[in-house]
């Protein structure tokens, strides 16, 4: 099939967003390949190359996950003020069309931290063509203003989700968040972290490692593609 020996190779994009550029790196999984690219996008303090983006596309690259990961404009340009959402739908937009290009992947989630997955979220509740949702960190709300959901969009979500929280998340009351998926009908599985923040760091006394915690979720992730492609929700893989 076109595209399986370009999966292979790493490669180091720019990507032309209207009269701008930014910068994709493409990396292949290192074990045994589920045939999904997952195009990951960074948290609003956060860039391409900060430690948690690479720990965890390390371990998802580790269990069969190729990774395409990417920054904003707004931190391309080095500023730590995030582009509004229609400027960060059509940036992660730009890096999917190249990804598809460049990779011609079987399957394609998109997702990424908090900021970066909400604006992979809007762009699913829009019909984004893509065959998955991961979200790590979903933003459901600004820290001590649980009346400001962010949770318009989420019942229009039609492709397969799967969302990581943790129990001590201040942008996400568990609470709130299971109220909020009784009005959402596509497959979404909800995992929570016990005791992990919004950067998914847990305490010593958890026992438990934030590298723990992070395998813990590429674990899930990685058995996640494995049901919704045996589901039939992804398309077969090789």
Not at 155 to 166: E, H, Q, R
Request: with cysteine.
């Amino acid at each position: 099939m076109p595209g399986r020996g370009q999966q292979q190779a790493r490669g180091e994009w720019r990507v032309a967003v209207g009269e701008e550029e930014t910068s994709a790196i493409h990396e292949p999984a290192t074990s045994s390949d589920l045939g999904v690219t997952f195009v990951f996008a960074h948290g609003a303090g956060g860039n391409m190359n900060d430690r948690g983006v690479l720990q965890t596309a390390s371990a998802l690259r580790a269990r069969g996950i190729g990774v395409v990961r990417f920054n904003f404009l707004y931190k391309e340009k080095k500023s730590s003020r995030p582009d509004p959402m229609p400027r960060l739908k059509e940036t992660f937009s730009a890096v999917v069309a190249r990804t598809r290009e460049e990779l011609k992947p079987e399957a394609l989630v998109i997702g990424g931290r908090s900021m970066g997955g909400r604006a992979g979220s809007m762009l699913a509740a829009e019909g984004f063509a893509c065959d998955g949702l991961l979200l790590l960190a979903y933003p459901l709300h600004p820290p001590g203003k649980p009346d400001q959901l962010r949770d318009a969009h989420l019942p229009a979500i039609k492709v397969p989700v799967l969302c990581f929280n943790g129990t001590r998340d201040p942008f996400c009351t568990p609470s709130l968040m299971e109220s909020v998926l009784k009005r959402v009908t596509t497959d979404w599985e909800m995992q929570w972290v016990e005791g992990a923040d919004h950067s998914f760091h847990v305490l010593k006394s958890s026992g438990r490692t934030d590298a723990q915690v992070i395998d813990g979720i590429a674990d899930s992730a990685a058995s996640w593609v494995d049901r919704i492609k045996r589901q039939g929700q992804l398309p077969a893989g090789r």
